[in-house]
């Protein structure tokens, strides 16, 4: 039996530079991981199953499902797996969690079958699942370009502690493409936000609040009802600015000090708003 965990992310800032020739957006953003995650176990079996307590998962809907396959085709590997998700972070919430659980795949189905290779290959197959998944590989602190999929790492910002909050608005269909869809020429930037925040964690400084930007933040709030009133309130309870985590809808505030953020999580919790605490994660040694 193997266990892994999944990490989520967020986009410290995600910039949309305009529409490409191959239908896709450029983009430009500083990449984090968190320590909000899901936990997957793999165990022998003779066919690939997926097992979930998660209402609303489907596996078919899944790249975990996707990576599964791929991975099996890639190897040649004729043999099964019990795969067990224990979901965490919240479904299609902008936190990454789907392209996390796939990268996990992958890497767990090679350990059990015996079939490990180089992270490059790994990295060059989960590419094909989606321009995120590259990330998960080795987490931490990185700048994305193009769709997404061109990496650098960058040096590890300082720990932070993260308030998540997890807004209650009904669901976009195929959220992802249709928040891009949404975003006109002059939501684009040059890559400006990102630029600075690089160099800001280039030369070991902290974050402020003015160096985060997220270009959906122009749309998110007419594509789910009710997201722009949470906010509002999350923001009066923070007492600091709260930002959307990449296409939405959750909604983040960042704090260096651990007491402040567990007062303000218990607050939204006290509200009976759905909320959890986490911190920002190094990259994977």
Avoid at 203 to 227: P, R, S, Y
Wanted: proline letters at 3%; hydrophobic letters at 45%.
């Amino acid at each position: 039996m193997i266990s892994l965990d999944a990490c989520a992310k967020i986009n410290l800032t995600l910039e949309g530079l305009g529409k490409r020739s191959d239908g896709f957006h450029e983009i430009r953003s500083v990449m984090q991981s968190v320590s909000l995650c899901d936990r997957l176990v793999f165990e022998d079996a003779e066919h690939l199953e997926y097992h979930c307590a998660a209402r609303d998962w489907v596996a078919q809907k899944s790249l975990v499902s996707r990576a599964a396959q791929l991975l099996a085709r890639h190897t040649g590997v004729r043999r099964g797996a019990k795969i067990t998700l224990d979901k965490r972070i919240p479904l299609s919430s902008g936190l990454g969690g789907d392209s996390s659980d796939a990268v996990a795949v992958m890497r767990g189905l090679a350990r059990l079958w015996c079939a490990e290779m180089p992270t490059s290959d790994l990295i060059s197959m989960s590419a094909k699942l989606g321009s995120d998944l590259p990330f998960f590989f080795g987490g931490g602190t990185a700048l994305a370009q193009g769709r997404g999929d061109l990496l650098r790492q960058l040096p590890d910002m300082p720990r932070v502690w993260l308030v998540l909050l997890f807004p209650n608005t009904p669901c976009v269909a195929s959220k992802t493409a249709a928040m891009y869809s949404m975003l006109r020429s002059e939501h684009f930037t040059h890559g400006e936000f990102t630029d600075a925040l690089t160099q800001r964690l280039a030369h070991g400084a902290a974050i402020a609040a003015g160096d985060l930007f997220n270009v959906f933040e122009k749309v998110a709030f007419t594509a789910f009802a009710g997201l722009e009133s949470c906010k509002m309130e999350f923001q009066r309870m923070a007492g600091v600015p709260v930002h959307l985590a990449g296409a939405g809808p959750i909604l983040f505030a960042l704090f260096s000090d651990e007491a402040q953020a567990c007062r303000v999580q218990q607050c939204l919790q006290d509200a009976g708003m759905s909320s959890c605490l986490a911190h920002t994660c190094c990259a994977a040694a």
